[in-house]
């Protein structure tokens, strides 16, 4: 078996090329790309893909009715499909919904279908047309310089899939077993809520990117699932017995009986481990020698505060803001802006809620604003793309403060590089403040503002930004991504996005000594901070504050508990002065 000491962590980059790897058993090995963590242990259900159609099929005019009338039977059929889907996830967040309505509004867009129809009116099949047509936007989003568009065109790709399948009934009423791991060559979000209906125990793609939304879908459902496994429909034959590790991407066809005994001791450490969990809930977060973390969560709506309350998290540290404009589709108004914050703040109180400011563009790029960029990771986003809207950035910066009043809100501002982008924003806020005292609207004077430390430029200034700003929270997201000059969205180089390389982790370390010289709080709310592997360095350099969605929150929590602040600080000292990668991952305990 390999791969067994890299499985408790997530960072790809440890794990080596890809390759089956053969033992003297029938036991096969593969690596793909963890896209939801978890284990699992069933036999696989093999999704064959449908057999390739040929795009240019020609029917008899006499034929053309009944090639519209399979079109609309099938398409209904494939909305009713996801129509069920959308009522059986009604009560989990807005944001999977959400997914699924994408998928809906696809389906439904008039102009498509109005191309589809005519294509069958010039004598294609049903099926060609669909291909015709449905290929020529998948064109259109491959070329885009956008990764998360690329992203998109393989959810086209597969609405397409399921739409022929669809019309030529071949929508397979199959019943998936219960704990069964489910082999695809790729999955729409409507599979997924299927899935997790059927009680699938696991996922494995050979197509798919990690940041699409059936693998998001998979995360929230908290199913394991590994995507990218190169063959899989090839090597893996229905019914083989396949273990599944979300956290390291790997994949054991048949293993044998030593890596099945292993596999079935983790499993029962891994429910075991979350039934203990639970009983963290009302314990404090405290180091044994009696250094507390706050312990904060992500969200992106305000339903997700719920999750927050459930693990009694010690406030929000992050609402990205920007996920109502791209559910919207459009900028929300002042008053729709004040709805939505104030029923965060209310649902938190009196827990502290960090509201971000609108963080668009690059990879939370929103259809129309801004344009496309060349280079967008580098471009117009975030504090630059509000700054040249005025308009919008008052318009947000106002619904704020009103949310304010209660005294539970913090303001932030995304993707900082420069003090002027700071005082700018200050200037702005004043002119907001002023605004509603004329109107006598309340709202709290001292509202607190932050920046997101994301940039090298701001880690290296940041002694000097801390005298300007309230608070930091360090997005090492963006860190890692800016600093070793890696995009985050490019599965090209998902092997280099490494978040404990040594110069991201002496960044972390000297803003948060900038942070504690001049006596600011310092938060991490980036990936980084709900690490398995990290929490020894952070709490070892002296975060005060941790953010972190919801579901790993007690997680961290119990990591916290485990550990000495004064080994964890010895441990970080030497990894800071540590040269060698291989001397840090030992210090990090990954290897
Ligand atoms: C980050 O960059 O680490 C971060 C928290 O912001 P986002 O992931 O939303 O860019
Ligand atoms: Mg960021």
Redesign the pocket.
Known sequence: MIGEKTSKIFPVSLLGAQHPAKNESDELVLKGIPSSPGIAFGKAFVLKPEVLIIPNIQIPPEKIPNEIERLESGLQAMINEIQTALDKVKSESQNISAILETNLLILNDEYILNSIRERIKNCFSAESAVIQEYDNQIKFFKNSMDNILQERSYELEHLRDKLLANIRKKITSYKIPENSIIVAQAITPTDVVNFKESKVKGIITEAGGIASHSSLLARSFEIPSVIGVRDALKLIKRKDCVLIDGYAGLITINPCDESKKLFEERISKESSHKRELGELIKLPSITLDGVPIKLLA?IDSPDDVKSAILVDSDGIG?V?TENLVMSLKRFPDEEEQFTWYKEIADRAYPNPVVLRAF?IGSD?YLEGLPHLEKNPALGFRGIRFLLHREDIFSNQLRAFLRASANKNLKIML?MISTISEIEQSKAILEKCKNELREKDIPFDINVPLGI?I?TPSAALLADRFAEVVDFFSI?????TQYTLAVDRSNELVTDLYDTFHPSVLKLIKGIVDAAKSRKIPVSI???LAGHAAATNFLVGIGIDELSVPPVILLELKKRIRELKFKKAKKTAKDIISSSSSSDLMKLLEII
Do not use: S, V
């Not at 997005?475 to 860190?479: E, K, P, S, V, Y």
């Open positions: 992500n992050l990205r963080d939370k995304p997101m994301e997005g090492t997201n963006d860190l709310c980036g990936e």
